[in-house]
Each structure stands twice: as structure tokens, then as C-alpha cells.
């Protein structure tokens, strides 16, 4: 995720519940899937009604930021003692006064043609001296002169699309998933480059060695309450928001972390996007979803190729939910943590779905919200 500087600037985002099947990753390594290019058979539906196929034909991440299995041993090097312990999580440890300087590692488009916009993921080396949690955020320091108030850029935040282990699993770089954020002019009919947004477009511009100013990290409202191993995880993203359930995701999935390695409840990601070819990550998360057909739920709300929502309008992020309302709610009954990020334009429609749901339940929806906050199961980052 990313917080832009404001105006008119346009940034695309969308929402996904991931519901589908995909081919299997390119990149080899030890612990990782083979490469294959056919799609995989279609799995048992588990706690789920039957489960939309969502072909994948884009483009995805590459080398360590492939998707991944745990493989043997274990990835424990940068844990608390014990593992969920959170007390030692730490924020702003480079500030803006004294940022750190990290390096592009590598800049990849992970979108494909027809996707609106380009989304881009970057890994930045920080030689292990801005150490972070999953649900944490990096800001960054863009070079030059903000010329509205004629001094330098301020920081634009950035939810981390890696675990604490990085892509790499060595425990010295960071991920960050950016979306070009782009000026559409009505009057010419392109795109105003004197307009786009400073930041997210000097990332994707970012060449290997470049050095890039980093704070952080910031946050701990997006933590996972890894305590209760048998914990449901209810996570909705609207495009580059993305961000913090990648590495939910990976550190279940993907690692041989503790976490990983006890868990045994369920982790249900909605994700909207405009078309399959903006899907973010989906490769990745198609191999857990095959892994662990128990433990893991996807849906994906394509709001530009259907289906349709119940009404017959376009599915929103917010239509995917309500398909599942009785589990949703049945889950946070039960104790479940619900996580959002991406634009804040997509709360809104989310609560007004839910206070309508809550509506036909009798349920009044302000004491219901109150108490999932009060509770901590409620975790909001939009930007």
C-alpha cells in the first residue's frame, strides 16, 4: 500500500477475494515449486461453496520474490522468544532527519497488459538494519524539491510485501508492491506527467544499486495475533493493499517459520482488482491454496469481467464479502481478526454492506463494530 501525496492524483486499486486455481511458478529453488506451465487440477472445496477458476495469464514476480514452499529445517533466525511475543516490536527506527540508505535490489512490473496502470515489485536491501514485523510499513524519501512549499519531498508510506526474512529469507532486504500513481488530463486525454505522483513513480523508475532513503518502520495496527495458532484471518485488499496479506500469506505458507509450522486455522483473503491481469501475487497464492486446501480461502472480485454482483452491477470488493456474510460473521463470533487495506475509499461501501447485513440479522451495527474494535479483531490500514 502507499500513501501518495493528495490531489487528483489517480491510482487505481482494487479489491480480490482469491477463489481460483493457478499454473505453477518458474523459479526454482531449494523448497521451492517446480516450474510447470499447465494448471493445476482442480482441488476439494474446503468450508468454501465451489470455487470459481481464475485463469492466470500475467505476469508475475520472479527469483526470491517467486512463489515459494518451506522446505526443510527451519526459519527461525529472527524470532521473538516466544514466536508471537510482540512486546520487542519496534517503530521509527530511521526517521526522517536520519534516514537509511538502502539499495534497489530489483524492479519487476507484476501486471499484465490489459491491467489498469503499471504495479511494480521492488526490493530494497537494507543490510538487516531496519528490522520489521508482517503488517508493518517503510516510508520513503523521494529525491527533490516539492515545489509547492519549496522545501524537500516529505515521506509516503509503504505497507511491506515481505515477511521479516525478505523475499530471499536472509533477513536483509524488504519488498514493496507500488502502483504508478498517474494524472489523467480530461482536457488533453493523456496522462499529465507534471501531475503523476512524485513517489511511487520514482520507485518504478528505481534501477538496481540505486540508492533510496528509508524511515521506519511505522505501525502495528496490521500485527497478526500469532498466540492462538488455530486463529481465522479474514483479510480484504483492494489492489496494492495487497501488501500486508502477501506476507501473512508467505509467513503461514511460504516459510518454515514457528508460525507456519504451528498454524491450524484459516486464512480467507478477498482481493479485488479490475481484471485478472491486475491480479497481484496470484501465482504465489494459488501454490498455498494448493498446499493447504484446509487452511487457506481465496476470492478474487473482478470488478471490470465479472461476475456480476446479486443486484447485477459490477462486483466491488464489498459484493464478495456479502457473498459470504453468514461465514464472516459466524467467524468474528467465534473470535476471527478482520484486516482491510487499500484506498479508504473502499470502507465506506464495506460498512455500509455490513450494516446492512447486520440490519437483517438485528443487529445494530455500531455496537457490533464498537465491540470487534474493542476486542482488537478490527484492523484498519487505508490510505
Given at each position: 500500500g502507499v500513501t501518495e501525496s493528495k490531489g487528483t492524483v489517480r491510482m487505481v486499486r482494487t479489491a480480490v477475494f482469491l477463489a481460483g486455481l493457478g499454473a505453477a511458478s518458474a523459479f526454482v529453488a531449494p523448497g521451492v515449486l517446480p516450474a510447470g506451465g499447465a494448471r493445476a487440477p482442480q482441488l476439494r472445496a474446503t468450508r468454501m461453496s465451489a470455487i470459481p477458476t481464475v485463469p492466470f495469464d500475467s505476469v508475475t514476480p520472479t527469483g526470491p520474490s517467486g512463489p515459494t514452499l518451506p522446505g526443510d529445517g527451519d526459519l527461525d533466525f529472527l524470532e521473538a522468544t516466544p514466536y508471537w511475543d510482540q512486546s520487542g516490536v519496534t517503530?521509527?527506527?530511521?526517521?526522517?532527519?536520519?534516514?537509511?540508505?538502502?539499495?534497489?535490489?530489483?524492479?519487476?512490473?507484476?501486471?499484465?497488459?490489459?491491467?489498469?496502470?503499471?504495479?511494480?515489485?521492488?526490493?530494497?536491501?537494507?543490510?538487516?538494519?531496519?528490522?520489521?514485523?508482517?503488517?508493518?510499513?517503510?516510508?520513503?524519501?523521494?529525491?527533490?524539491?516539492?515545489?509547492?512549499?519549496?522545501?524537500?519531498y516529505g515521506v509516503r508510506l509503504y505497507s511491506i510485501a515481505s515477511t521479516r526474512y525478505g523475499d530471499d529469507k536472509l533477513g536483509k532486504t524488504t519488498t514493496l508492491c507500488v502502483r504508478r500513481a498517474t494524472y489523467w488530463d480530461p482536457e488533453t486525454g493523456k496522462d499529465d506527467p507534471a501531475k503523476k505522483g512524485v513517489c511511487s513513480n520514482y520507485l518504478c523508475d528505481a534501477k538496481p544499486g540505486?540508492?533510496?532513503?528509508?524511515?521506519?518502520?511505522?505501525?502495528?495496527?496490521?500485527?497478526?495475533?500469532?498466540?492462538?495458532?488455530?486463529?481465522?484471518?479474514?483479510?480484504?485488499?483492494t489492489g496494492t493493499g495487497i501488501a500486508p496479506f502477501r506476507t501473512f500469506l508467505r509467513r503461514l505458507f511460504g516459510e518454515a517459520t514457528p508460525?507456519?509450522?504451528?498454524?491450524?486455522?484459516?486464512?480467507?483473503?478477498?482481493?479485488?482488482?479490475?481484471?485478472?491481469?491486475?491480479?497481484?501475487?496470484?501465482?504465489?497464492?494459488?501454490?498455498?491454496?494448493?498446499?493447504?486446501?484446509?487452511?487457506?480461502?481465496?476470492?478474487?472480485?473482478?470488478?471490470?469481467?465479472?461476475?456480476?454482483?446479486?443486484?447485477?452491477?459490477?462486483?466491488?470488493?464489498?459484493?464478495?464479502?456479502?457473498?459470504?456474510?453468514?461465514?464472516?460473521?459466524?467467524?468474528?463470533?467465534?473470535?476471527?481478526?478482520m484486516y482491510f487495506c487499500g484506498l479508504k475509499g473502499m470502507m465506506p461501501g464495506i460498512q455500509?454492506?455490513?450494516?446492512?447485513?447486520?440490519?437483517?440479522?438485528?443487529?445494530?451495527?455500531?455496537?457490533?463494530?464498537?465491540?470487534?474494535?474493542?476486542?482488537?479483531?478490527?484492523?484498519?490500514?487505508?490510505?
Open positions: 517503530v521509527n527506527i530511521a526517521k526522517q532527519k536520519d534516514p537509511l540508505i538502502g539499495k534497489i535490489v530489483s524492479v519487476q512490473r507484476m501486471v499484465g497488459p490489459n491491467a489498469p496502470g503499471e504495479t511494480c515489485n521492488i526490493v530494497i536491501d537494507h543490510e538487516g538494519k531496519l528490522p520489521y514485523w508482517e503488517g508493518q510499513s517503510y516510508g520513503v524519501l523521494p529525491p527533490g524539491i516539492d515545489p509547492k512549499k519549496n522545501k524537500p540505486d540508492e533510496v532513503k528509508l524511515t521506519g518502520p511505522s505501525g502495528k495496527v496490521m500485527l497478526m495475533p500469532e498466540d492462538d495458532p488455530n486463529m481465522t484471518y479474514i483479510m480484504v485488499a508460525a507456519g509450522k504451528n498454524f491450524k486455522g484459516l486464512a480467507w483473503l478477498f482481493l479485488g482488482v479490475a481484471n485478472k491481469d491486475a491480479l497481484l501475487y496470484d501465482e504465489e497464492f494459488q501454490v498455498y491454496l494448493r498446499s493447504n486446501p484446509d487452511k487457506m480461502r481465496l476470492d478474487y472480485a473482478l470488478s471490470r469481467e465479472g461476475p456480476l454482483n446479486k443486484a447485477g452491477g459490477k462486483m466491488y470488493i464489498q459484493d464478495k464479502v456479502e457473498e459470504y456474510s453468514d461465514e464472516v460473521f459466524d467467524a468474528l463470533d467465534k473470535g476471527a481478526h455500509d454492506m455490513l450494516q446492512g447485513v447486520c440490519k437483517e440479522k438485528g443487529i445494530n451495527f455500531e455496537e457490533y463494530l464498537e465491540k470487534l474494535k474493542k476486542n482488537g479483531q478490527w484492523h484498519v490500514e487505508v490510505y
